[in-house]
């Protein structure tokens, strides 16, 4: 109840959306063997913010991957390190992910991991968004995606993952699975 409280709260959904759309207990000690080589490019800005609050037991996760919060390895990598952590702050309850970005929550996964990449890479890219679904959906933390922009194919599976969608009320905002258009089939699983 204090969760449900604390999320309607300042740090709450309303706010978030509402902002963009008038725009226009287990903790795992170890990390994922994944995501050890994977450190982030200190040379780059960060992908993901994320802002805790404390007294409310609330994580905002901002997703700030201009232009349109493209799921790259890069971007995937800092993803679940930053769920990871946060799982592993027990007074981490709730978790709210969102979108720095105007108009798009996320375009799903980076075409540009797609092509022109050694096996090597495409391996990790597609462990990468494997861990991030499985992250989480397996999360212990209540997880919510509020969606303030469009999330086409990987966009809407990473809101899919989530236990809860709130998406902003904007006919320009679109969302759903889209590999068909695009002559691409999900791999074997
Ligand atoms: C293969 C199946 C795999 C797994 C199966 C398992 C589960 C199934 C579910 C998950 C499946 C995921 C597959 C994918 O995600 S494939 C990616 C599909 N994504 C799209 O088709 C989105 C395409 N983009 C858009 O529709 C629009 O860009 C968007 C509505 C998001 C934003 O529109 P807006 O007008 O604001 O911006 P644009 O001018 O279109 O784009 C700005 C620049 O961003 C680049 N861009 C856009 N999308 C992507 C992307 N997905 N990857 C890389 N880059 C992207 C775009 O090219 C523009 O770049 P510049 O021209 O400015 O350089």
């Known amino acids: 109840m204090a969760l449900r409280a604390a999320l309607r709260s300042r740090s709450g959904l309303s706010g978030l959306l509402s902002q963009r759309s008038s725009c226009s207990s287990d903790i795992r000690m170890c990390v994922s063997p994944l995501l050890v080589p994977q450190e982030r490019n200190y040379s780059t800005p960060p992908k993901i913010r994320v802002e805790f609050d404390q007294s409310t037991g609330v994580?905002?996760?901002?997703?700030?991957?201009?232009?349109?919060?493209?799921?790259?390895?890069?971007?995937?990598?800092?993803?679940?390190?930053?769920?990871?952590?946060?799982?592993?702050d027990k007074s981490c309850r709730g978790l709210i992910i969102t979108s720095?970005?105007?108009?798009?929550?996320?375009a799903g996964l980076d075409i540009t991991e797609m092509y022109g990449k050694?096996?090597?890479?495409?391996?990790?890219?597609?462990?990468?968004?494997?861990e991030m679904w499985l992250k989480?959906?397996?999360?212990?933390m209540v997880t919510i995606a509020a969606i303030n922009g469009s999330s086409p194919a990987g966009?809407?599976?990473?809101?899919?993952?989530?236990d809860y969608r709130i998406m902003a009320?904007?006919?320009?905002y679109n969302i759903g699975l889209n590999e068909?258009?695009?002559g691409i089939v999900a791999p074997f699983w």
């Open 59 to 88: 994580a905002v996760m901002h997703m700030q991957s201009p232009p349109v919060n493209s799921l790259s390895l890069d971007f995937l990598t800092e993803l679940c390190i930053s769920v990871e952590k946060l799982e592993m």
């Open 100 to 106: 720095a970005q105007p108009k798009v929550f996320s």
């Open 118 to 130: 050694s096996p090597e890479h495409c391996g990790a890219f597609w462990r990468s968004v494997q």
């Open 136 to 140: 989480l959906y397996g999360s212990n």
């Open 155 to 162: 966009g809407c599976l990473m809101a899919m993952t989530c």
């Open 169 to 172: 009320d904007n006919p320009r």
């Open 180 to 182: 068909t258009q695009l």
